[in-house]
Structure formats: structure tokens, C-alpha cells
């Protein structure tokens, strides 16, 4: 077999070289800053001139660029007539079913249990005994009165009580939706169908509770490390 003569292999080689330098420049361009736009050849209308958020624009007699809808109407989607599912009211008082947007399935309790470890345990702790880590943090600084400057702290309530065991579920979905006296409401932070996902949780744990503290009635201390006195 022939061998390539030795020009064109000299040529070849040039060639190798000289075809690295593009992509070497545009690595080297990605992995540093620069101070310009970088060259943007499809435009997309990406660089325009434009109101950002919290700007002010003289046009509007207000001077700000935000606009408030305009009042009396409702975007898109955004009709919320359906009172059980979105503030847990049925027939003008606090619902006693769970609504059909939210049925209690594994699924959704698997759900309210993950929501409920994330929003709710650090005050109320795993079980719902008002036990958790900030209020216990709270307890040792109120305990100090070095440290807690004369400041006041309403320990979170247990969910076991009574009192919350009667209420109805659209009475517990309203207070994560709204909070209640001191404990600030969720509504932004957990979507609708979530917060039904917290309160059937919940059940599920004052359920559990109740008959634990029938099974074993020297069990009835809260207790934050017990998932229960289960066998
Ligand atoms: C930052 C601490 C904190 C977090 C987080 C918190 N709570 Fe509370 N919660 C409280 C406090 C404090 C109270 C008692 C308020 C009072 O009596 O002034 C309370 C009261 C309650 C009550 C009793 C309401 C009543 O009618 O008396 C329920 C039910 C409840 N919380 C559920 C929840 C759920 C569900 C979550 C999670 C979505 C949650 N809380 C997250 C602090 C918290």
C-alpha cells in the first residue's frame, strides 16, 4: 500500500491545528465573564428595551411600571367559586368531608406526610405534639431571661388536644390557609390540593394517637422520638 506523500501529510496536520482554534476560543469565551452581551444571533426579541419588575415609568400617573389588575375582574384559571375546595366551607360552615379535588388516598396522605414534616414538625413537631425543634429552642430561651429580653412565645397547640381533634376539616384546612392568632398562614407557600394533602395527614396522626392512648393508657405523654407505640 501506498503511503501518503509527505506534503499533504504536513498540510493535513496545518489543517488539525488551525480547525482547534475556534472551538478553543468559544470554550474559553463560556467559561469566563464578560463585561458585553455575548454575540446573539438569533434575537428572539431577548435584548429590547423594557420596564423590569419595581421600575418606574413616568407614563402612568402613579410612575410605576407594575401594573394592578384591573379591578373586578379575575385572570384566567383563577376563579376560586368553589368555597369547600378552596377555603373549606360547605353549605356556610366549615366542611366535614374532604372535597372531591382532594379524596383521601394513599396518595395523597404520602403527600400531606411530606408537607407536613416540611411546613409543620419544626413546631409541632413530628406527631403533632407541639414538640418541635423551635419550640424547643423557644422553652431554652424563654428559660434564660438574659437571653430572652422580656419577649413572649405561645407554644405551638398540639394537635391531640380535643379541641382540634373535634374540629372539622375545613376548620384545619382554614388554619394552615389563614394561620391563626399568633401562627402566620401558608397560603402562599402550599398549594390548595397540599394543604387538603396536610389535613388528611393529620387525621391520620390524631387517629393513630387516640387509639395508641387506648392500647396503652401509660403512653399518653407526648413523646417527639415515637412514631407511636407501635409493636
Ligand atoms: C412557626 C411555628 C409554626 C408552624 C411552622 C406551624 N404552626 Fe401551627 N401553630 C403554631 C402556634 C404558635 C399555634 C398556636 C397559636 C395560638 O394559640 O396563638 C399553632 C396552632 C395550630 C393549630 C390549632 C389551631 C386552633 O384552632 O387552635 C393547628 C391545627 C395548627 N397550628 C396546624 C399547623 C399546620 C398543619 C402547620 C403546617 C402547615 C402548622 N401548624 C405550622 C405555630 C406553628
Same mark, same amino acid.
Given at each position: 500500500?501506498?503511503?501518503?506523500p509527505?506534503?499533504?501529510l504536513?498540510?493535513l496536520i ?9 472551538p478553543?476560543?468559544?470554550?474559553r469565551?463560556?467559561? !469566563? ?8 444571533? @438569533?434575537?428572539?426579541? /431577548?435584548n429590547?428595551p423594557k420596564? +423590569?419588575a419595581q421600575?418606574a415609568?413616568?407614563?402612568f400617573?402613579?410612575g410605576?411600571?407594575m401594573?394592578q389588575p384591573?379591578?373586578?375582574?379575575v385572570?384566567r384559571?383563577?376563579?376560586r367559586a ?6 373549606g ?7 366535614t368531608?374532604?372535597p372531591?379535588?382532594a379524596?383521601?388516598?394513599?396518595d395523597l396522605?404520602a403527600r400531606?406526610?411530606?408537607?407536613? !414534616?416540611?411546613y409543620?414538625?419544626p413546631?409541632h413537631g413530628? @406527631?403533632?405534639y407541639? /414538640?418541635?425543634?423551635?419550640?424547643q +429552642?423557644?422553652?431554652?430561651v424563654m428559660?434564660?431571661?438574659?437571653r430572652s429580653k422580656?419577649?413572649?412565645w405561645v ?8 379541641d382540634?381533634?373535634?374540629?372539622p376539616?375545613?376548620?384545619l384546612f382554614n388554619?394552615?390557609?389563614n ?8 397560603k402562599?407557600r402550599?398549594?390548595?390540593?397540599d ?7 393529620m387525621?391520620?396522626l390524631q387517629q393513630r394517637?387516640?387509639?395508641?392512648r387506648a ?6 405523654q ?9 409493636p
Amino acid at each position: 500500500m501506498n503511503t501518503l506523500p509527505r506534503p499533504f501529510l504536513f498540510v493535513l496536520i496545518g489543517i488539525a491545528i488551525v480547525a482547534m482554534i475556534p472551538p478553543v476560543i468559544i470554550m474559553r469565551m463560556r467559561s !469566563t465573564n464578560q463585561t458585553q452581551p455575548r454575540i446573539h444571533w @438569533i434575537q428572539d426579541m /431577548d435584548n429590547q428595551p423594557k420596564f +423590569r419588575a419595581q421600575h418606574a415609568n413616568s407614563l402612568f400617573a402613579d410612575g410605576r411600571a407594575m401594573r394592578q389588575p384591573v379591578s373586578g375582574t379575575v385572570a384566567r384559571g383563577e376563579l376560586r367559586a368553589d368555597t369547600h375546595f378552596f377555603q373549606g366551607i360547605a353549605n356556610d360552615a366549615w366542611a366535614t368531608m374532604f372535597p372531591d379535588q382532594a379524596r383521601e388516598t394513599p396518595d395523597l396522605l404520602a403527600r400531606g406526610q411530606e408537607q407536613f !414534616t416540611i411546613y409543620c414538625t419544626p413546631c409541632h413537631g413530628p @406527631i403533632g405534639y407541639g /414538640d418541635g425543634p423551635v419550640n424547643q +429552642r423557644a422553652l431554652a430561651v424563654m428559660g434564660d431571661p438574659a437571653r430572652s429580653k422580656g419577649t413572649t412565645w405561645v407554644e405551638p397547640k398540639s394537635i391531640h388536644d380535643a379541641d382540634i381533634i373535634a374540629q372539622p376539616v375545613g376548620q384545619l384546612f382554614n388554619t394552615i390557609t389563614n394561620g391563626v392568632r399568633t401562627m402566620g398562614s401558608y397560603k402562599s407557600r402550599i398549594s390548595v390540593r397540599d394543604r387538603w394533602a396536610i389535613v388528611a395527614y393529620m387525621r391520620e396522626l390524631q387517629q393513630r394517637e387516640t387509639a395508641n392512648r387506648a392500647n396503652a393508657p401509660s403512653v399518653g405523654q407526648p413523646n417527639n422520638q415515637s412514631e407511636g407505640n407501635q409493636p
